[in-house]
């Protein structure tokens, strides 16, 4: 067990050295500002410019576009003993500085002490050399912040102090290290900037692209199937791109519209086949008059008879609920709606050459309103009795081969699906809730 223990651990520690380690070995393939400031580098805003992050100012590198390091005013004032007794210095992570501090000693060779506070890690390094002649003192302190000085969080204005005491002298000598850990660009930030094809943020010249894009201007479309592999056609329909309900996007993956009637049902994964699409598929439904469920379909594919109430019926964004569709099958042609809800699609024929389908649709229901009624008035209390949580959760299909319904002749099925539950809240049932 403590063998165990111990392997956990060292993973541990290993993973949190990483985690803080800057790796600056190829600045020049740096694409932050912030961080190229941090490795010590300067930076181009121009995005067209090849290498971004140069340990150097070369020549003919990024003419205009460079972005200036923030510093602090650099400034020194003498003290009663040491020239300078307070000093601020603009240093940068991963260079060098010298600063020579004089003061007046009795000792040919006092002992000098320093401490180091810092606003950001303490990776310092700091070196000190003393000489002194006829009394006269020379400090040189050497200071280096590491590159890995600035935290991920480090602001333009972070700094660390060296703090002296030198033996026998009763003034303390403090020198403010200013290091730049973040550029100033960073703070603007351009939204859905042009310079990134509008489909990223724009900050030191660098688009941060959004979702679904890549490259240096977000020109490039991050496809999850490869490219070609998803056509825009489909071939056992037509040729039409996208089945005329949308666009071949950027990934050859069909974007359907969004603004045309039934847009809603529009299917993103088939060819944005529309609902009516869908339900031609499944013909032989078509030949059963009853209403219900339909079996010879692939998908929950629910007939219910004719209530042109309902046609006029919008969405919460307005939209028509219902959509027409159209049909041919054996020489008869005929229309009907139909309209998606709860991942089950219901039609109601509008317009038949078949005489019984013709018959419902227009005078059926006078004739046998008294018995669709009592059909109504058995489901209702059925489900009173069976709670209206059954009724929510209620079994997919409608069942056929029940007796109540097989005793009931097509003509006679004129009435409201009891079943059917109402697809959008700006429907109201009268009876809904009542029960
Ligand atoms: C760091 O040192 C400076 C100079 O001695 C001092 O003024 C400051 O209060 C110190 N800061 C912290 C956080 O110790
Ligand atoms: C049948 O539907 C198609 C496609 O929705 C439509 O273009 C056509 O006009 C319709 N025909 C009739 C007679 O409504
Ligand atoms: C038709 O639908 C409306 C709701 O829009 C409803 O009030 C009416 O009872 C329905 N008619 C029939 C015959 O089911």
Known sequence: MAVVWFAVLLLFTCREVFASYRDCSNIVEIRSCDECIRCGGHWCNDPYEFTRCHLDLADNWCQGMKESIPTDNDMAVSGQ???PKYAVNSVRSGREHN???????????????YVVNSTQGSDVFVTKTTSCKDGSCTTTLDVSPETNFCSIKGSTHEYFNVKLNIQNVSEEAVMKFHVPCACACSSKVELMSPKCNGRGSLSCGVCTCDSGWSGTFCETPICEKKRGDVPCTDSAR???????NGVCGPCDECVCFTDRLGSQYFEKDNFCADICMATN????CFHNP???????????LIKQNLNQSLLEQKDEFNRNVWITCNDTLDGCHFEYVAMKANEETYYMVTKSCDPVEEKQVTGGVNVTLPIVLGIIAVVAAVAATAGYLVWKNRPPALPLNDPMYQNIGAEDCTGENPLYKPPTSS???????KW
């Open 81 to 83: 003993f040491f020239d």
């Open 238 to 244: 037509s040729d039409v791109e996208c089945s005329g």
């Open 99 to 113: 600063l020579a501090i004089k003061y007046r000693s009795s000792e040919s060779d006092p002992k000098v002490e």
């Open 290 to 300: 009853m209403p219900g469920r339909c079996d010879f379909c692939h998908f929950p």
């Open 281 to 284: 598929d499944c013909d032989d």
């Open 427 to 433: 429907f109201k049932n009268p009876t809904y809730g």
